[in-house]
């Protein structure tokens, strides 16, 4: 896993912040896999129980170890029936790519998944319930922030593999999304998160305000640090038509 893979450390600064707080957080991304039994079939069951748009590419023959992919999964065949194709593809027509696992380390299916998101440039969140992080919820909130997600390609080890994964990718995704039946995908959490931090670096701002020389003054109209200098020149209301200082 090189650098390009996404860590669960992130961090925002204050447009990131207001972009994210206005356009991504509001929306659930569509959610898409291969349809195998696990982590993928888990992922497209949450998505038709809370009616998330689903869907992505299954190996020719819509072939599953569990036998024929099930017809309610929307999985659109790749030419062939070889399981990378499918798994290359997803990675490839998703904004991110989260790889779930029980076990700390990935092989198998779930690295190659890894390694061709890489090659196709698409960053990768890798959450597993051992030596994961404390709360992988946040962490793919954050990921999913960080990097605008509208389609997110959810992958991890077969049902024979890993008999856990599914009930773990479930429970992930439940806590990340407790309400999504309206669409108005209400997440409190990280709304909160994100405000405190927000409120964080307005704070910092008016600490600073010392800073700036004795004839800058602050736009009594604006709660965020606008300055100009009097005796610039004002508007039709009396304020200045040019900014000198935009913290």
């Known amino acids: 896993m090189n650098t390009n893979t996404y860590l669960a450390n992130f961090s925002f600064d204050a447009c990131q912040i207001y972009r994210v707080n206005n356009v991504v957080v509001n929306r659930v991304p569509n959610i898409i896999s291969g349809g195998q039994t696990g982590a993928d079939r888990a992922a497209l069951n949450f998505a038709i129980q809370h ?23 929307p999985l659109k065949e790749t030419p062939s029936p070889n399981h990378v194709q499918r798994t290359e593809w997803n990675a490839r027509d998703s904004d991110g790519t989260v790889v779930f696992s029980i076990g700390e ?4 299916g779930s690295k190659k998944t890894v390694e061709l998101a890489e090659k196709h ?25 960080e990097h605008n997600i509208k389609v997110l390609n959810v992958a991890g080890p077969r049902a024979s593999k890993e008999p856990e994964v599914g009930a773990f990718v479930q429970e992930v995704l439940d806590k990340t999304w407790p309400s999504t039946g309206n669409h108005s995908n209400r997440l409190p959490s990280i709304r ?18 010392h800073h700036f020389p004795k004839n800058t003054i602050q736009r009594p109209d604006c709660p965020i640090p606008f300055f100009w200098k009097p005796g610039q020149g004002t508007g039709r209301h009396g304020r200045s038509e040019s900014v000198k200082h935009r913290v």
């Open 192 to 209: 909160l998160t994100i405000s405190e931090h927000l409120n964080g670096v307005l704070r910092d701002w008016r600490d600073s305000l």
């Open 105 to 108: 380390v990935l092989t198998g």
């Open 121 to 145: 440039g698409k960053p990768v969140l890798h959450l597993s319930r051992s030596g994961g992080p404390a709360s992988p919820e946040q962490a793919l909130l954050g990921f999913i922030l």
């Open 51 to 73: 009616g998330i748009p689903h869907g992505g590419w299954c190996p020719k023959g819509r072939l599953a170890e569990d036998g024929p992919i099930d017809v309610r999964y």
